[in-house]
């Protein structure tokens, strides 16, 4: 029986295993396809992203090799814009393909075995506890036993959808729609990072992040009940923001698609019951940990992949496996007040007055303006946002 099983070798998985694998357990690491594979992303990596990166063992080498973002430029609907500095550190891009593969090889450096081209199929159950997995590799059915599951296998994960009906909490009342694809050949790339936000597609934007000098991540996303009220799909609302968004259409005039338009849902609905279940425990995407107002989802798989792995640690220490609770309680206390703030900020965001007025004050106000960028990079609280002296600087 292995100490640990995770399913799924994305940013939360490879977050949990590593720091497992770092304190010598016996950690199995399954993932449904071969690396190095492509997974749709924005690409962005912030600072709060970058410091988990760190704690992992991975940090100089990302800045040799990757696009280095040091400002972001907003802009809004009536045309305004502020650029500024990354607060607090420096930004990366890193297209998913590379990234997750850099992830997944420093995870079998800490001691974790990895096996590709598994497909997990269903938990295995004994007395309504998960005590492993079945699936299919080799195109043979596997039953692999462990003392603890993690899910960490996205936002349609397959472990949810089986433990619904033991009555784990699975409707997502939040969630967004995202479409991107790779451009060549753009024109006045620098290292910025550019979000611009669109009356057509509130509470949401679409972004240009350069991937190098000539080659640039482009993009849109919203909110997807929003989405379901518009009589276009998320294709043409793409191409409306490539054409007719004044910076989009400057820089993307003589570029080349390199490959099709893929697209993808974010959930957000961050219900405690979605962290734990069962015996099994959700991280990264499988539960619904998207920021809200970036629908950024890198940073807070990488800390949930801590977290469980500080519950899991507890657990296999003591052998007292209501230790596992500690996860959802500790993620709750950490980070649920910037989830909720976010899902008040994506509501008001929608209004196109309130962006326009905030990126003007922004122009004339450098400290508004470190707080919008700190605020979307993640490296501001989102609570802060509704103290006094923030809607006072928006309001005055």
């Not at 993808?264 to 609905?269: Q, R």
């Not at 069962?278 to 970036?294: E, I, K, M, Q, R």
């Amino acid at each position: 029986m292995r100490d640990v099983i995770i399913v799924g070798a994305g940013p939360a998985g490879t977050s949990t295993a590593t720091f497992l694998g770092k304190k010598g357990y016996d950690v199995l690491l399954l993932e449904k396809e071969k690396f190095p594979r492509d997974k749709i992303c924005g690409d962005g990596i912030g600072p709060t992203s970058l410091k988990y990166l760190k704690e992992m063992g991975i940090y100089d080498e990302l800045f040799k090799e990757f696009q280095i973002i040091n400002s972001a430029l907003l802009s809004s609907p009536s045309g305004n814009e502020v650029n500024v500095k990354i607060p607090g550190s420096k930004a990366l891009i890193i297209p998913r393909k590379k990234l997750d593969y850099i992830l997944v090889k420093h995870s079998v450096k800490s001691g974790v075995e990895l096996i590709e081209k598994f497909e997990v199929k269903e938990p295995l159950v004994e007395n309504d506890k998960i005590i492993g997995i079945k699936g299919i590799y080799r195109n043979k059915e596997e039953i692999i036993k462990s003392k603890i599951v993690v899910a960490a296998d996205g936002t349609h994960s397959i472990i949810g959808k089986r433990l619904t009906e033991k009555g784990r909490k699975s409707k997502n009342r939040y969630s967004a729609i995202a479409i991107r694809t790779y451009f060549d050949n753009v024109e006045d790339l620098k290292d910025c990072a550019e979000i611009h936000y669109e009356k057509s597609i509130l509470p949401g934007y679409g972004w240009i992040f350069p991937i190098n000098e000539t080659s640039a991540n482009v993009g849109i996303a919203m909110n997807y009940k929003r989405y379901k009220k518009q009589n276009k799909t998320i294709i043409q609302l793409f191409y409306d923001f490539i054409n007719n968004n004044e910076y989009a259409k400057r820089k993307l005039k003589n570029a080349k698609m390199r490959q099709p338009l893929s697209g993808w849902m974010l959930s957000y609905d961050a219900h405690l019951n979605k962290k734990y279940h069962s015996g099994v425990l959700f991280v990264g995407d499988a539960a619904s940990l998207v920021d809200p107002l970036s629908g950024e989802g890198i940073a807070n798989a990488l800390l949930s992949g801590k977290l469980a792995a500080q519950a899991i640690d507890s657990t296999l220490k003591t052998n007292d496996f209501s230790c596992l609770e500690n996860y959802p309680k500790q993620w709750n206390k950490s980070m649920n007040p910037n989830l909720n703030a976010g899902l008040l900020l994506e509501y008001i965001m929608s209004y196109p007055f309130i962006i326009n007025r905030f990126i003007k004050k922004a122009t004339r106000d450098e400290g508004l303006a470190q707080i919008l960028a700190s605020c979307i990079a993640g490296t501001f609280p989102k609570t802060k946002m509704f103290s006094f002296n923030a809607i006072r600087r928006i309001i005055f």
